[in-house]
Each structure stands twice: as structure tokens, then as C-alpha cells.
């Protein structure tokens, strides 16, 4: 066997890999809510930034590398995807201010006067100190866009199967006319996002059939049918002098504040209440300052899940606090002395929206229905994108991204 077939796909998963490395947040100049996406020549702008808890500033560098749709890197060099040089120092910093924990505050925004993405496709932009390049403090994902494909959707509780209350299905029309693309059918791969989760995420590399020459329709297909999930959970830590939103207690015990939050139930068994919500984002705030970015102060947040423990597999917070990650991180673990859930984590003042993931052994994909429940009802931001490969091109193109925020 080749050592090309050996070898094993590359984690392009956003990420944090060093301990002291928090907050890290990537958000549209003109609209921290919308998704990582710029549209190519448009002067849209991505701002990525995160925090080192440190005395002093790091020397720090980033790169990028172009990707293919299964996010892995694609074979094109440096001068074929970006304008400038494919290396650039991080110069924008600040130190914190009046807070218990010391921490210096870099940000970056990306087209910059150094560098530019020339062609469509994912990116990977990766993080790392002057003196080792070879280990990444981070890593983000972030698309950009020809927006040559016309994208319209749908989204219905009148699903396919019999579980109507339970579950969404979308359906797809891709309008291919000005993208290029020579055979709609076999050379365009559609992916669907909820809410920014990768582990359910839907690819379909073929319509269910084509209307006309160039319209590449997407419905009535399993891949299409979400899990209705539930409204997030929120909390907020905007005052380390008083409690906030869903904070029961807060304290200090050196070197950090505690916000202990209101016990979870499960709420599998009750009845569906709307919530508004962002999806699973978060929000850097301190209710007096306005320079949260270096104001804001780090709290210890403390989940409590009183549940009976499930033994088939694991529970995850899951949102973007935790990078949609099933890392050690987001993991809860059951206390036997309480019997119930419990998880702490250290984060930024502010507010915050998440969710209960159970895992099942030996699975990829996680549900929300042992601790959440599915209720049909349930709003979601929906991702939908459209790559597109011809005979002869040596990349994914990424010619058309829509959202959309069904209410039902």
C-alpha cells in the first residue's frame, strides 16, 4: 500500500493547540452574525480574533492554505490562490486592562494590504509563534465565494419520514447558469450546515434531477432531513459584581472569578418554548466598558447537567465556546457523589449561547434528543454552499453560499 494511502486526513477542524490561547472568534467586518464567508472582489473583510493569557506580547505569524471541499489541502501553490506572500506577522495587539487575569488581545483581519485570497474555496488560516512554525497555536476556517450560482431553498416539518414533530427537511434548487459549470449533474457537490455543526453535516454530490439545462434540483433526499434539535441554552457574565442571565452565584477565589450557572434539566420531555437565539455564538461583553476586546475579565463558568447518566456514550457542549469541537474541553462528566453532569470552563465575560450533544459510542454524528429533545418548531441558521469541479480544473470551486432562518 502506498504511503499515500496511508496517510491520514489532515485535522483542518477549527482549534485552539496551546492551553493559554482563549476566545478565538471569526466574524464578517459588516456583520459579526453572518458565517465566515467573503464574496471574491467584493472588499469584504474577515476579522479573526483570540487572546493569550500572558504578561507579554508573542511574536506571531499566519498562513494560509487553500482547501478542497472535504477540506483538505488542495494541490494549488501559494501564487496560484493568494495575492502576496503567503506569510504575515500578527501586529494588531493589546494588553488587557483592568482585569484579574493578564491577557494580550491580537487580532487580524484578512484581504490585508500583505495578502489577498485570488481564487474561491475554503481556507484555513493557521496561527503560530515566530520561533516554531511547525506547531500551530490555532487554527480557523473561513470560505470565499464567486457567487456565480443562484441558490433558492426551502425549509418544511413535512418531512419524507414518519417523524414529522421531530425533524426538518430542506430542499435545494441550484441555478448553474452563470457558474462555469459544464455538467450541473456529476460536477457540483452541495453541503448543508445547522448551525454551524460539522458532525451532522449533509453532502450530496448529485441532484435528485435537473430542470432544464442548468437548474440542479436538490429534494427529497435522506441527507436533507435534520434532527429539529431545540432552542439554545443562554447565559451571560457581563458583571463579575453581580449575576447574570442564568447565573445563579458569582465569586472569586483566586486567580479567577466563578459564575456557577443554574442547573440544567433535560428538556426531551417537556413542551418546545421559543427562544431567540444566535445559533450557538457568543458575544465578548462587559456591561461597563466600551472596550470589552481588553476590558472584559475571565470567569470560571460552571455546568451543571442533572441528568441520570446515559452509558451508551458520552455528553458534549457543544457552540462556537467550544469550537464545535468533541474535545476534552466540552466533555461532561458525570459525578457519581451528585449523580449529576458536570463541566467547568474557563471563558470571557459575555453572553453565550450553547447546547447538550450526546455522543454515541462508536459515532461521528451526535444528537441533540437524549437531553434537548426534537421539536419541530425549532429555529436554525441553515449553510447551504455549492462547489464545483469541471474536467480538467485542479481545484474546488466554491460558487454559491446561501443562509436561511426558517420560521416556523
Known sequence: MSAALCARPMDTLTGVFNERVKSLQVRLASDETAPP???IDTGDQLIFSFDHLAEERSYLRYRLIHCNADWQPSILVDSEFLDGFNEGRIDDYAFSQMTTTHYVHYSLTIPNQEVAPKVSGNYLLQVYS???PSAPWLQCRFMVSEQTAGIRSDVTSRTDVSINESHQQLSVIVDAERSGVADPYNDMVLQVQQDSRLDNEATLKHPLR??????AVYEHQPQLIFEAGNEYRRFETVSVTYPGMKVDEISYSEPYYHATLTTDLPRSEGRYEYDQTQFGRFKIREFNSDQSDIEADYVVVH?????????????FIDGDMVNRRFDPEALMTFNRATGRYE????????AYNYQYLFL????????PAPVEGNYHETSHEYLIKVYARSPGERYDRLIGVSSIRPAF
Open 37 to 39: 464567508v467573503i464574496m
Open 130 to 132: 515566530e520561533d516554531d
Open 210 to 215: 435537473m430542470s432544464g439545462r442548468r437548474e
Open 303 to 315: 455546568f451543571t447537567l442533572d441528568m441520570p447518566q446515559l452509558p451508551d456514550g458520552m455528553i
Open 343 to 350: 463541566r467547568s470552563m474557563l471563558l470571557k465575560q459575555g
Open 360 to 367: 454515541p459510542k462508536g459515532k461521528n454524528t451526535a444528537t
